[in-house]
């Protein structure tokens, strides 16, 4: 008796092991399955990235951080800080879609010229367009997300207005209405009553911009880029969006005051001297900045 | 029980078979392929990103260079590093070479003499184990945009000098077009002699680099030796186009001045080409165009050359154009032409005097021979590779340089004339960020028209041959 209960056990078991074991799964990915998704294309303007086409590229830059699946464990991945992306997640810190979603091949493509500031990530700018077009593909072919999923639409960023002293004045009334003093400090030193707690997605300590140490804002250091940053979040981070909170036009203002934090010179900065503008007061009643 | 010879032959020939699988599976199981690898360590880059293959530089590497050792992404400053990092590498080869070298005169002698009776013209050849020199490089950033590099470099006999020593501001009012370099370093060349992808004696140098007419006596022009003086250069934000001036002793990088005081200019500048899926071509030109000494004034004799006191500066240049050619992901051709010229007292013997390469010196009331000319001459390097993979790289390389006017009239219009060729390959078994090690192979025979002793020979060619396979390593 006991040993017919074996033997159905072990059936058991053997069966559930030879149906379970082979499902993919993205912790668990293997090289049989990126050999699978090497069709993957990437299309920026004209040009077409192909996967297949980036492998070498990908093994004489990339694999020390990223890693031969992709998943940011490289050789270099205990030294570096921060760590490397995790390709097979498929979330992207710099996108001009809404959080949550793909980015488009081109914020991937633009991301690789540009490099990410305050990370190990160089600016590749010395490949042709077509290689990098082929690494798109290649980081693409990392994730089942990009088979699933479509990229999101960009946002609209409505055309930059003028800069007025009054509008930076409103755009530290934002700062202080969402609360981003909370994180990035009342001066932009990345020291407010949270700073210290953050950590990313996957658990691991992460600082919040310094405004004021002069290092380019990581994914893009034009007004634009940085009205896109807060309006998309970046993902994978503390940093949220804030669609939902604020209205464009209110957007163009928080641009212009962080604008002021920064050690850059700028006209914000040279207006915001002018107006005698203070920090935000974390403990004035909302709408009393 | 004694072997037969069939059967410990047969045993020795398993056992050598055995050795060279063993080492094949080693080789080629080698998990992974390799630069600077204090660079590499500070970054956490392989060599690979940085060099086609070490330590010759890829694009991405010049533009590290370029940009003073900096990555630009705020991680330049020394103060993200451990304080316990050390930016120093050390680079070594340990190697077995044979030499062979052809009509070299050689003393005979009768039976039972000690002093010579005469003299024979033979091959002489030497094979063996053999070192390279040390190089003991460190650079990198004292501060964000200050960059600094220093090359202590011993011979195989332990003898050591400095090789390079600069210090460079970069991106002056933050333009990457103006950047700034003091001290003894290498001259803007493209395609670098202090990075090659080759080793022997006459294939670890372009001879295009530093070539001198026979007689010739200006050592000043030599484009390959590392030179003492200021550099202006500048780029544009991704490398594409890139400018250099330098000012330069008329030294060749000899320090406490020695000769006189005379300068040179070095000049480059190129731009590259975004040209799809064979990748990213650069064309450019160089110039050196400078002035040497001729005459050496002396204290107490014909030979008590007074340091840095010589005048009666000459002439010479040296331009040409370079371009290097992308074919894909594993083929390229690196391409440097020249033409030299030295003015016709250079071409008489007169020049470095005091190092015993001129014979001459011209002293008040000196003319030159009836006829003499500059000399002048053009030549071509051409250096194809395939990169299996950034641990496997096949170099090949042709030179040739010809005379196209000799200083004196009358002399065969080929003396001197050289052609070089040289096959290598270069075996990376591991790549990380840590260390660098090849395993080298090469072949290089030179030869040069008229250099040789006659006694009689209807040639008077030189042929010179290397084979070497050693290790290249350094961490």
Redesign the interface.
């Known amino acids: 008796m006991q040993r017919n209960n074996l033997r159905k056990w072990s059936l058991l078991l053997g069966a559930v092991a030879i149906v379970a074991l082979p499902m993919p799964s993205w912790a668990q990915l293997t090289k049989y399955d990126l050999e699978s998704r090497m069709g993957v294309e990437s299309h920026v303007g004209n040009i077409t990235g192909h996967a297949k ?1 980036a492998k ?2 990908y ?3 990339c ?3 990223h890693g031969e699946l992709g998943d940011g464990n490289g ?2 991945f205990p ?2 800080d921060p760590k490397p992306r995790d390709f097979q997640l498929g979330v992207f810190k710099c996108r001009s879609t809404p959080t949550g979603t793909l980015p488009t091949d081109q914020d991937l493509f633009d991301t690789l ?1 540009r ?12 490949f ?4 990098r077009a082929d690494l798109v593909a290649w980081v693409k072919h990392f994730s089942p997300r990009w088979t699933n999923e479509k990229p999101g639409t960009p946002i609209t960023i409505p055309p930059e207005p003028e800069v007025t002293p009054e509008r930076i004045k409103a755009g530290r009334d934002v700062f202080a209405r969402v609360q981003c003093w909370k994180c990035h400090g009342v001066l932009g030193q990345a020291n407010g009553p949270s700073a210290a707690t953050l950590t990313d997605d996957l658990g691991r300590p992460i600082a919040a911009y310094n405004f004021t140490e002069g ?2 804002p990581k994914c893009g250091d034009t007004d634009r880029d940085i009205y896109r940053i807060f309006m998309t979040g970046l993902d994978g981070t503390p940093m949220p969006s804030f669609a939902d909170n604020i209205k464009p036009d209110e957007a163009w203002d928080l641009v212009f005051y962080l604008r002021t934090l920064m050690s850059q010179n700028s006209k914000e900065k040279a207006m915001a001297k002018q107006l005698g503008l203070k920090p935000v007061d974390p403990n004035a009643p909302a709408g009393q900045q | 029980m004694r072997l037969s010879s069939h059967s410990r032959l047969r045993d020795v020939s398993y056992f050598g078979s055995l050795v060279l699988i063993a080492v094949f599976v080693m080789l080629a199981c080698s998990p992974r392929a390799n630069a600077l690898p204090a660079f590499a360590r500070k970054y956490g880059l392989r060599c690979s990103a940085c060099h086609e293959s070490w330590p010759m530089l890829n694009y991405f590497g010049q533009k590290f260079k370029d940009n003073g050792y900096q990555l630009m992404n705020d991680r330049d400053a020394p103060i993200w590093q451990s304080p316990g990092y050390w930016p120093v590498t050390f680079r070594m080869v340990s190697m077995w070479h044979r030499v062979s070298t052809g009509k070299v005169l050689v003393d005979t002698y009768s039976p039972g003499l000690t002093d010579p009776t005469g003299v024979a013209i033979q091959r002489i050849t030497t094979s063996g184990f053999d070192l390279s020199g040390l190089d003991l490089h460190t650079g990198g950033t004292l501060d964000k945009n200050i960059s600094f590099f220093l090359l202590p470099s011993s011979d195989p006999a332990g003898s050591f000098h400095f090789e390079t020593v600069m210090a460079r501001l970069d991106n002056l009012f933050g333009s990457p077009w103006l950047n700034i370099k003091l001290g003894k370093f290498e001259l803007d060349n493209l395609l670098s002699e202090k990075r090659p992808l080759t080793l022997t004696g006459n294939g670890g140098i372009y001879q295009l680099y530093h070539f001198i007419p026979v007689g010739d006596g200006n050592i000043f022009g030599q484009i390959g030796d590392n030179q003492l003086g200021a550099e202006l250069m500048g780029h544009s934000w991704n490398d594409r186009t890139r400018y250099s001036a330098a000012l330069l002793s008329s030294n060749d990088g000899t320090t406490q001045l020695p000769y006189g005081n005379a300068y040179s200019g070095f000049f480059t500048a190129s731009q590259a080409f975004d040209t799809g899926k064979a990748g990213v071509q650069r064309i450019g030109f160089y110039a050196m165009i400078g002035q040497a000494p001729t005459t050496w004034r002396t204290s107490g004799g014909a030979t008590g050359f007074l340091p840095g006191a010589a005048i009666g500066n000459k002439s010479f240049s040296r331009e040409g154009f370079v371009g290097q050619f992308y074919f894909g992901q594993h083929v390229d051709l690196q391409v440097v032409t020249q033409h030299g010229q030295d003015s016709a007292w250079f071409g008489q013997g007169y020049g470095d005097l005091i190092d015993g390469v001129a014979t001459l010196n011209n002293t008040t009331g000196t003319v030159l021979p009836a006829g003499s000319r500059s000399p002048s001459w053009n030549g071509v390097l051409f250096e194809p590779h395939y990169i299996y993979s950034p641990q496997l790289i096949f170099i090949g390389r042709y030179e040739t340089i010809r005379m196209s006017q000799q200083s004196t009239p009358g002399t065969p219009s080929n003396l001197g004339n050289i052609s070089s060729y040289t096959l290598a390959f270069r075996y990376n078994p591991f790549m990380t960020s840590r260390a660098g090690f090849a395993w080298h192979n090469e072949y290089n025979w030179l030869h040069q028209d008229g250099t040789g002793p006659s006694l009689g020979l209807t040639s008077t060619n030189v042929n010179t041959s290397e084979v070497m396979t050693g290790f290249d390593f350094d961490f």
Not at chain 1, 115 to 126: A, E, V, Y
């Open positions: 086409a070498a590229d093994r004489r830059y694999v020390v951080c050789e270099s030294w570096i010229a490099g990410l500031d305050r990370s190990n990530m160089p600016q590749w700018s010395t042709t367009k077509q290689q290092a380019r």
